[in-house]
């Protein structure tokens, strides 16, 4: 069976439960969207106050902030469930059923695995980006080098998600890590470049972080060269590589239910 087939029954099957209880998923849908429209507005307010974030005009702020809402919303939708759908399958000893399957794994888990409430995240993130670009100057030909390090954005968080999902297979109960990774991916809610050379070079090259929210607004706002998007994409090959083959370390120490 195709991914996209799996894919399409695993929107469906996430929309169907979510529609189960209308009411209450409108009300989660707007609690994310008013959520992730509370950072512009305190930006709004920081900036009408003081001289906002060193070196980001408003607007540029914003645009950063549109990119984090964005990435971590299509995080939110289509890949966080690669960890938590791994997690769960091995706390209830069922994740022999996926390994089974004449299909990739982490596909297969990405496919069923859908969150029908962060689409609400990925539209706020979008419009705050067109927003914000509509209101910044910059060139034309920068838009393919930003959608690129926006593709890389999304593999470095299916890169974080394939590596949590490694560890509980290890480790099984992964609260710990899970706990590590989101104070870390926290500190890209502010550009790197407001942090010491020592925070900007772990979230650059060790856990490239920084390409889901710092790198694509600061090229195309001229912020870093073209030698800058070489700089940040080879660290996140190097994570996306590592994480794939902690994954298939962790399935040769697997033992399934029982085992």
Do not use: C
């Not at 920081?46 to 060193?54: A, T």
């Not at 540029?60 to 997690?87: D, K, M, N």
């Not at 000893?93 to 596909?107: C, I, S, T, W």
């Amino acid at each position: 069976m195709k991914f996209w087939e799996v894919w399409k029954r695993g929107f469906a099957l996430s929309m169907a439960s979510d529609m189960a209880y209308r009411t209450s998923f409108i009300l989660l849908v707007i609690s994310i969207i008013f959520k992730d429209m509370i950072g512009p507005l305190v930006s709004l307010i920081i900036y009408n106050v003081s001289s906002g974030i060193p070196g980001w005009t408003l607007m540029e702020f914003i645009l950063f902030q549109g990119i984090v809402i964005f990435v971590f919303g299509v995080w939110h939708a289509f890949i966080g469930g690669i960890s938590w759908g791994a997690a769960e399958l091995v706390d209830e000893g069922e994740l022999d059923k996926v390994l089974v399957r004449p299909f990739n794994a982490l596909a297969y888990l990405s496919a069923v695995y859908v969150d029908f409430h962060g689409l609400a995240e990925v539209l706020v993130g979008a419009i705050i980006i067109v927003w914000a670009m509509a209101n910044i100057s910059f060139s034309l030909v920068l838009i393919i080098p930003f959608l690129l390090l926006i593709i890389l954005a999304l593999l470095f968080i299916l890169s974080i998600s394939i590596i949590t999902a490694a560890l509980s297979i290890i480790f099984v109960n992964v609260d710990a890590v899970e706990s590590i990774v989101f104070v870390l991916l926290s500190v890209t809610s502010y550009p790197v470049s407001i942090y010491s050379s020592g925070v900007k070079f772990l979230l650059t090259f060790i856990i490239p972080a920084a390409i889901a929210s710092y790198w694509p607004a600061a090229v195309i706002l001229g912020k870093e060269s073209g030698m800058g998007i070489i700089v940040a994409i080879i660290p996140v090959l190097v994570f996306f590589v590592f994480s794939l083959w902690l994954w298939n370390f962790a399935l040769k120490k697997y033992q399934s239910a029982g085992g």
